[in-house]
């Protein structure tokens, strides 16, 4: 009796799960042995990410087990981390264990580019994960108390520096501008003792977008007490400050480091040709030279070839990765490999959240402001939920609380 083949799925970010979600729901565990590696028993929404950061939100709301959601008789899956990954021999090796694979699907996600910026690791927070935006929300408490109790007040204490004007640098200043009134009513801190400071080295911010929608995020913001310092290089991070490229030094004992990503660096220990850590995969998302390795979500690279550049890794693209990259797998495992399907992403739009019932956004042709950009936002959030685990887990998780 022949063996099923075995495909291995690393990562439960939004391209590893989804891709685990469309196999089981086909019934594919009948033709092939299924696992999913990861290093929490939970899958999160790494979009909702910066208003737990903020404290708007309980960091519970943005994760889920994923055992309530994967079929355990259908998707076999193991808690572990990934140490490393044998292409030539087909190994991962985890910590506790070695599995080996007929296909692999590697959605190991992000990690903080630095851009070679001294200090960032060492005296930054960064929105990557459920326990470090627990710790920056516990920080941001913990400095409003020490400030109160202090007889002779220490102003960094309270000045809050966002570096990187970027959707997640905004998205986060945004919801802290709505947290920080609170904080200072429950502190007994007067509001303009506060400085929230977004610190962007390109020439705009959110780089990208509409230019009528960045301006009306930036005076939002800034009615809320946000310094935006553009097109402003950080040229070093230390203890309780950080240095600018024009000689400026900002006191702050907050600093969060927002300036993008860049793939998991296992890709690149794996000897796979990566840039920052990102794959150019080949049409059918898989690595160059490796037919049986499908690399999704941020780990991938895509061009857009009507501007030569790379789309950026949203959760977007990794769920529409996830979609291609289940039907292939089917195909080639069937034998079927002129069925293998070409992936090609379809935005459907853009969307950032400035913090309560604020947003902008761009779905279609249509510019959208305010209320009506943060109702979209929403939507986006239970569509995914909805795709990922029905109306069970919108009831559950979503945001509901639509207007």
Known sequence: MNRKPKILILGAGYGGMMTASRLQKGNFHQDAEITLVNKHDYHYQTTWLHEPAAGTLHHDRTRMKITDIIDTHKVNFIKDSVVSIDKENKKVKLDKEELDYDYLVIGLGSQPETFGIPGVYDHAFSIRSVN????????????????NKQDEKDDSLLT???AGAGFTGIEFVGEL??????LCEEYDIARENVSMYS??????ALPGFDEELVEYAMNLLESRGVNF?????????????????????????????????????????????????????DANLRAPGHEDVFIIGDCALIINEEINRPYPPTAQIAIQQSYTCANNIKALVKGTEEELEEFQPDIKGTVASLGGKEAIGVVGDRKLYG???????????????????GMPLVLKKGKLNLF
């Open 371 to 389: 209320t009506s950009a943060s109702t979209v936002k929403k939507l986006i959030d239970n569509r995914y939920l909805y795709l990922l685990g």
């Open 132 to 147: 470090s935006v627990r710790l920056i929300r516990e920080h941001i408490e913990y400095m409003f108390a020490s400030y």
């Open 177 to 182: 501008s709505e947290r920080i009134p609170e």
């Open 229 to 281: 310092k553009i097109n402003t290089p950080i040229k070093e991070v230390q203890d309780g400050k950080v240095l600018l490229d024009d000689g400026e030094v900002i006191d702050s004992q907050t600093i969060v480091w927002t300036t993008g990503v860049r793939g998991n660096s296992i890709v690149e220990e794996a000897g796979f040709e990566a840039m920052r850590g990102r794959v150019k995969v």
């Open 199 to 204: 610190i962007e080295a390109a020439p705009t």
């Open 160 to 162: 809050f520096v966002v």
